[in-house]
């Protein structure tokens, strides 16, 4: 565990362990339900949810030197609040949506602490925040960063777009070159990810009835979080021209035969729908093809049900023919899906 | 296959693997990795397990098998079903193959074979006897091919060391025991990493995907000087060396580059450029960490030559090193119209003919499908 000062506290309050720093600080969870006078606390908790909820990055008032004292911990606790609140909602969507706002809000501080010329402490925790949480041994290099490469793609492969794949990055000696914000944005989602686990795992209090109007609340909140989809019954260009690769009798390699296998059966075709199509392939052997297909929908020996290949993987095999339709999709089983 | 053409070939692979088990060993840590082999004739027997070449060796002689494999992955259980067998880790394997280069000379050395009526034919898209579609394309020994593998070999080497700054120790290469070549890559970081991981590595490779920004050319405000320059490290350098060929004609082809446009770029980036200097590795064969892979030293049963590890690429000549099979005479009958080479011997091309040809050419033209004994 990374040892923490105040101001790391209040900048990154996930690294906290809430009970003891509760208990460290002398206050009790039933104090914050109970207390008039901290009931400003509760408030502000709420209120960093809501921002969260609604995608901006919470700010507390900026203080001056003077009231940091007192501010700071305002903070971690409006921090700690939120959570119990959280759990005592019981509601993923806003987890996932104020671990997301937290996560963007340490990044903030995490890239000031990485350039920070006068405070070597404040870079080397940041530092030390990629190396002890994300496993990511990051250096300075000048005005860069340097990750080793095998580091950079464990992270960067949670990325769709084409300027984090290595091939359009600085690469020298094994090692990846990136500037302070990439560095930070390098580990966003794993840095979301981290807060909502902490979150989830933590205990969930018993409801006490002063948080229960805070609660509610946040029940209405997340009504407006709910998704209505409508999916178009077209398939993607991808499959469409497998298909037509097949009629046409030509070779469709054995990765176009698996996406194409994969979506159908994800689209909820039956091994019988599917086998046809592959009738004009110039190796076709009916028993052979309703044999693959079977593996493919986990009807075979190991059980194992096989997802259509994502879009990235179908371009590395030369099988994407992407069309405006599209629309920045991330795997063909998404295709035609509409928000209402 | 016929069953007299079968005989033969278990007799020979059987001779073979008796007279070279020095050529034949368990890799390192071979009680983590999965073993699988193929009989002629038949399907593919996975998920077992060897512990040293004594017993690789006596199942080569039980089972005499027509491919022997052994995963790349490592496992805590390798006899298990894959999702039990608890991978720790991966070699990463590169697989570069003649055909993926599809040079010019492939349509000369690539005849085709007739599913329904077995009629062997010039390249063609469909049976001239029966009319079917459904053929087989027979590629046979070309030493231009192997050339260009080799070529595309020794690229992906210095991307590997330099790039990737993986140590040239820790990389072996190997011909396939076809058409192409296998590169190792052993005790390195990357092995930790996964197919998704791996994937992003291959098109790093390829040069597949790369964007016109990170070459220099920004959509609304082009400059000249962020376009690459001859001797930066990694893709740009060899960028600016396909582009603009030397330092002296970089302004020139700066100009013509940015009056061209920014999609005209993207598509040379995609397409020529990619063509010209990425590596043609076969992108499934790397990104899969569950894969079991020929096993060096054992027969190819597509060619009946070794697949042998080769210290020295360059000089390394397939047709004659890793033909290892015995000259004696043997009688087949050959009906196929292009001619190949073995062992600096030319071999047809055969009208129906009743022939003598030393023991290797024999299993050659009867692993390729293009011969029966006599």
Redesign the interface.
């Known amino acids: 565990m990374i040892s923490l000062g105040q101001d790391e506290i209040a900048k990154y309050p996930f690294l906290a362990e809430a009970g003891q720093y509760l208990k460290d600080k002398g206050f009790t969870l039933e104090q914050f339900a109970t207390d008039p006078d901290l009931k400003i606390i509760v408030d502000k908790a709420y209120e960093r949810i809501e921002s969260a909820a609604e995608e901006k990055t919470y700010k507390p008032e900026v203080y001056d030197s003077n009231e940091k004292d007192l501010v700071l911990p305002l903070n971690v606790f409006s921090f700690l609040i939120a959570i119990v609140l959280l759990k005592l909602s019981g509601l993923n969507t806003l987890i996932n949506k104020f671990a997301l706002a937290e996560a963007r809000r340490a990044e903030k501080f995490l890239q000031r602490d990485l350039v920070s010329n006068s405070s070597k402490t404040s870079e080397e925790f940041a530092t030390k925040i990629f190396h002890e949480i994300f496993s990511v041994t990051i250096k300075k290099s000048g005005e860069y960063f340097v990750i080793?490469?095998?580091d950079y793609?464990?992270h960067?492969?949670n990325f769709h777009e084409?300027?984090w794949?290595?091939?359009?990055?600085?690469?020298?000696?094994?090692?990846v070159f990136l500037t302070p914000h990439e560095s930070v944005r390098l580990i966003r989602k794993e840095l979301g990810g981290y807060i909502g686990t902490r979150i989830r795992a933590a205990n969930t209090p018993n409801m006490s009835s002063g948080f229960e109007d805070k609660v509610k609340k946040l029940s209405d909140l997340a009504k407006k979080f709910v998704v209505n989809t409508v999916v178009t019954t077209e398939y993607p260009p991808c499959i469409k021209h497998a298909i037509e690769a097949l009629n046409n009798?030509e070779n469709l390699s054995?990765?176009g035969r698996f996406m194409l296998a994969t979506f159908l059966l994800g689209r909820g075709q039956t091994v019988d729908e599917i086998a046809p199509l592959f009738k004009n392939a110039?190796?076709?052997n009916e028993k052979v093809t309703r044999y693959q297909i079977k593996q493919v929908a986990g009807e075979g020996g190991?059980k194992?049900k096989y997802a259509c290949p994502s879009c990235?993987?179908i371009?590395?095999?030369d099988l994407c023919y992407i069309t405006p339709d599209c629309d920045n999709i991330i795997n063909p089983m998404q295709f035609g899906k509409k928000r209402l | 296959m016929l069953e007299n053409d079968l005989k033969f070939l278990e007799e020979t692979f059987k001779q073979y693997y008796f007279d070279h088990f020095d050529l034949i060993h368990v890799p390192d840590r071979s009680l983590e990795r999965e073993y699988g082999y193929k009989k002629f004739n038949m399907g593919m027997i996975r998920h077992m397990s060897l512990k040293t070449d004594k017993d690789l060796h006596l199942m080569l002689m039980t089972n005499i098998p027509s491919d022997v494999f052994c995963s790349n992955g490592y496992y805590s259980f390798p006899k298990l079903?894959?999702?039990e067998k608890d991978w720790k880790e991966a070699d990463v394997i590169f697989d570069i193959d003649a055909k993926d280069l599809n040079l010019p000379c492939r349509k000369d050395h690539t005849c085709i074979k007739c599913?329904s009526c077995n009629e062997i034919s010039l390249l063609q898209d469909t049976c001239p006897k029966c009319k079917s579609?459904?053929?087989?394309l027979i590629s046979l020994s070309c030493q231009n091919c192997i050339s260009g593998v080799k070529k595309e070999v020794l690229n992906l080497v210095k991307i590997l060391t330099?790039?990737?700054?993986?140590d040239n120790k820790n990389i072996r290469i190997s011909f396939s025991g076809n058409e192409g070549f296998h590169l190792y890559v052993t005790n390195s970081?990357?092995n930790?990493?996964g197919s998704?991981?791996r994937?992003?590595?291959?098109?790093?490779i390829?040069?597949?995907?790369?964007?016109p920004?990170?070459f220099g050319f920004k959509k609304n405000n082009p400059s000249r000087s962020s376009f690459p320059d001859l001797d930066d490290?990694?893709?740009?350098g060899r960028v600016a060396k396909d582009l603009f060929g030397s330092k002296s004609k970089r302004s020139k082809s700066v100009t013509k580059i940015i009056s061209d446009g920014y999609s005209a770029y993207r598509q040379r980036l995609t397409e020529t450029v990619k063509n010209s200097i990425g590596v043609k590795i076969d992108?499934?064969v790397t990104?899969d960490v569950h894969r079991i892979f020929r096993l060096e030293g054992s027969l190819n049963s597509k060619s009946g030559l070794a697949k042998l590890a080769c210290d020295n690429v360059e000089k390394f000549n397939p047709y004659i090193d890793a033909c290892l099979i015995d000259d004696k005479p043997v009688e087949i009958l050959a009906n196929f119209p292009i001619e190949f080479s073995l062992k600096n011997r030319k071999f047809g091309p055969y009208i129906s003919e009743k022939i003598s040809v030393p023991r290797y050419a024999a299993v050659y033209m009867l692993c390729k499908g293009i011969a029966n004994l006599a």
């Open positions: 080793p490469i095998p793609l464990r960067a492969v084409l300027d794949k290595l091939v359009n990055r600085h690469v020298e000696n094994g090692m009798g054995h990765s110039p190796d076709y190991n194992t990235e993987k371009k590395s095999n | 079903p894959m999702a599913h579609n459904k053929i087989d330099n790039d990737l700054q993986i970081p990357y930790q990493l998704k991981e994937r992003d590595l291959i098109d790093y390829m040069f597949h995907g790369a964007i920004e990170r490290p990694g893709w740009s992108p499934n990104g």
